[in-house]
DNA sequence: GTGAAAGCGCTAACAT
DNA sequence: ATGTTAGCGCTTTCAC
């Protein structure tokens, strides 16, 4: 059996009332002596307040409910182990459900965090869900992952897309890559909108001019990838390097590339988005833009903390920056010259080798015929 | 503010307690009449009952604990993702914990469970903690997934991993290979053990010799299964098929038989374990044994909620099997004679040029030299 | 500085 | 068949 206050009070011979405050520490003084035997009692007993007790009598649970659509897809994951990660120093749960993309259910899950008087509700992905509305009104926090709103950008812990597809574009043109293609996500994705921003970002911040023939559109999938680069690879001025939305994408234009007798990196790179687990284990392993699932998660619980503390906390939208994973797939190699640091491009073997990474096993041999 | 019994009773003209009998549909009879006006007044008002109040009083949260290693690791998704559809049905609520391998960790959340009265905890992952031991004992069921212990069996759902490898192992049986190497896990896990076993079962069950030189073993690593194929085909009487303990050895022996000039499935055949998601995103697409995690997150929660209800339930250890998942490292196809099906050998362009699956894109040219 | 008591929403004896 | 009451463990007035 659980021990409670009312055992505390008895053991101390003081009343629930005292046992209570001295615990919660309030601003109410307590008699310091009292205090002290009360703690150590409770330590002793291993006294463990009933968080459910507390939650019925009013204000908190200490607890909060995350809704995603499906924990089994790719980013979830990473971006409930930034929340919990966060939230634990907090000392709050988390209760997770999946809404499966069905908006009926999600609010199904709204109402059933509220009576368990969740002390907020973070929401967790990137579908626009309830034809896009607004979030409704609620004096508990709500926070929102990756989601968008019409006219609003109430709570919203987005990716920097834009950064991220740039990111990855300068990194060709440092190579001195000049035509380089951008293999663009489908229209009607706020994912494919900002990355060709990116993407013109860094032509235009280098000079170069934007080709749209460079341009081509997929759904994401291996396949597009595939029949992107073969057209690409057809244009009588074909680019020597190749800037896919995705990671599948990306992994289908290297095997296009391959499968047409060119070699990756070495005559044409080859640059992804998002970090998939694949990516580094196709050859040549992909460079590859991480998406910032794990900080996303973070930040999220972070504005929850905050606003769930102080009332006027600021509820802006927010924007989280991935980073740029080279590894085999552009053959870039690092190079220090004193302060600086830059990527020198090079072939996978030179690269492999210089960074004395080739023992017995030569990770990439895609420029083998 | 939500409506609680009281305002219902109110509304109702009857005494709280007449609206409760009247939802919790108990065995107390109550009026017929009465009982509908209430109901229509429960959902006009859209009553909702407070969890937190029912849990205070005594029995049942209907809330259960998960505890996991880590979320973001590659089978946790799956197992949770079943644990939750099956408790659905039962609108059961379900709350997390990540405890990094750390023993302390996990008994600090287990704590945290029984202190919000979850009706059961179940704790997910491979690993073996805390010395080993036996559950505490508890009037709560505690379910483990994919966890051992000493000397006991008590509710633990496993795979049935001997009979996934024997699988494997049949299938490039089936395909006439009769040397047929395996590239084990390292020492010490019980799933290098089990795979082990049921690659012997099926060597036994079709009279092929078990040749020691044909057993590697590795870290899980793609380098180590590059390096165990490396060795297997330096033998003088190399294998013409490689069963691999897991997906990322399989991927490593690929790439080593590729750099050594062989073509898969042409020459070798390979088959992996796990099917992670790079397993259809190499070339060739990996075919390998599904770990069947969805469906042990349904059988745990399957098993709490018959321990929740009835009390004398069973709580042996129970093992579900996994399935095989056909792609191109083995050069199969599927033939329908009559009643029967199987699986012939095949080069893989043949096997998809005749499954109708070749159009503009060949997904494996790995036969190219 | 401390105790008594009310009440959060609900269920289950116990009455009627 | 229905109403009355106690109490789950806790916080928070309100007295003293």
């Known amino acids: ?23 919660s520490d309030s601003d109410h003084r307590v008699n310091e002596r009292t205090r002290q035997s009360i703690l150590r009692l409770a330590q002793d007993l291993s006294y463990r307040p009933n968080p459910l007790a507390r ?12 809704i995603l659509d499906n924990i089994t897809s790719p980013f979830a994951p990473p971006i409930v182990r930034g929340i919990q990660d966060e939230l634990k120093q907090a000392s709050y749960s988390l209760t997770l459900t999946n809404s499966d993309w069905d908006s009926a259910v999600e609010v199904g899950s709204v109402n059933t965090f509220i009576a368990h008087s969740v002390d907020g509700i973070i929401f967790v992905d990137t579908w626009l ?12 926090p709500y926070i929102f992952v990756n989601r968008l709103f019409k006219g609003t950008d109430y709570n919203c812990i987005g990716v920097d897309d834009r950064y991220g597809a740039r990111l990855a574009t300068e990194h060709l043109v440092r190579l001195n890559h000049r035509r380089i293609a951008f293999i663009n996500g489908p229209d009607g994705w706020e994912a494919s909108t900002s990355r060709k921003a990116g993407y013109q970002d860094a032509l235009t911040a280098y000079g170069l001019p934007f080709d749209g023939a460079l341009v081509r559109r997929g759904a994401w999938e291996v ?65 590859t833009v991480g998406l910032p699932c794990y900080e996303m998660g973070r930040a999220a619980a972070r504005r929850f903390l905050s606003q769930s503390e102080g009332q006027d906390q600021p509820t802006m939208a927010e924007q989280v920056r991935g980073r740029l994973i080279v590894r085999e797939s552009c053959g870039a190699m690092k190079i220090r010259s004193g302060e600086k640091e830059f990527w020198r491009r090079t072939t996978p073997r030179q690269l492999l080798y210089e960074a004395g990474r080739i023992k017995g096993m030569p990770r990439s041999r895609s420029s083998r015929r």
């Open 223 to 287: 396949r597009d990838g595939y029949r992107a680069a073969q057209a690409l690879m057809a244009l009588v001025d074909p680019p020597t390097a190749i800037f896919a939305g995705n990671d599948f994408m990306a992994i289908g234009a290297i095997y296009a590339l391959q499968d047409a007798g060119q070699r990756v990196p070495d005559d044409v790179a080859v640059v992804g988005y998002d970090d998939r687990e694949a990516a580094s284990l196709v050859r040549p392993a992909l460079t």
């Open 1 to 23: 059996m659980p021990v409670t206050l009312a055992d505390l009070a008895k053991a101390a011979g003081v009343s629930i009332s005292t046992v209570s405050r001295a615990l």
């Open 129 to 140: 869900h309830a034809g896009n509305e607004a979030p409704p009104p609620s004096e508990k």
């Open 55 to 66: 939650g019925l009598r009013g204000d908190r649970t200490f607890t909060v409910g995350v």
